[in-house]
């Protein structure tokens, strides 16, 4: 499975963006795919996920402001990104992978795309 995550950018403050993971590969629908962002010289952190059921996940300072989704048709996944703030700058990874696990373990996802970066200005 390849993924290339997309749609970042340089937004005000309050503002929207929607990321892009499209898959390439077979099966995308029995693949979870996770979100997870990195700030400079901070750790990678998880963002949200979506299991191949559908079922979501989000970490808990995220809820709310964050929608995940996926089209399976297109073996796309999405993160729509509301009332960004300054701190959510980082750049953002999109992983997939079958294993069990929690999903906000990175170690749960086998295959990692190259990252998207999301500017914040305040």
């Known amino acids: 499975v390849q993924l290339q995550a997309s749609g970042g950018g340089l937004v005000q403050a309050g503002g929207s963006l929607r990321l892009s993971c499209p898959a390439s590969g077979r099966a995308f629908s029995n693949y979870d795919v996770g979100w997870f962002r990195q700030a400079p010289g901070k750790e990678r952190e998880f963002v949200a996920a979506i299991a191949g059921s559908s079922s979501t996940y989000y970490t808990t300072f995220m809820k709310g402001r964050f929608t995940i989704s996926r089209d399976n048709a297109r073996s796309t996944v999405y993160l729509q990104m509301n009332s960004l703030k300054p701190e959510d700058t980082a750049v953002y990874y999109c992983?997939?992978?079958?294993?069990?696990?929690?999903?906000?373990?990175?170690?749960?996802?086998?295959?990692w795309g190259q990252g998207t970066q999301v500017t914040v200005s305040s």
């Open positions: 992983a997939a992978g079958t294993m069990s696990g929690n999903y906000d373990y990175t170690g749960k996802y086998a295959y």
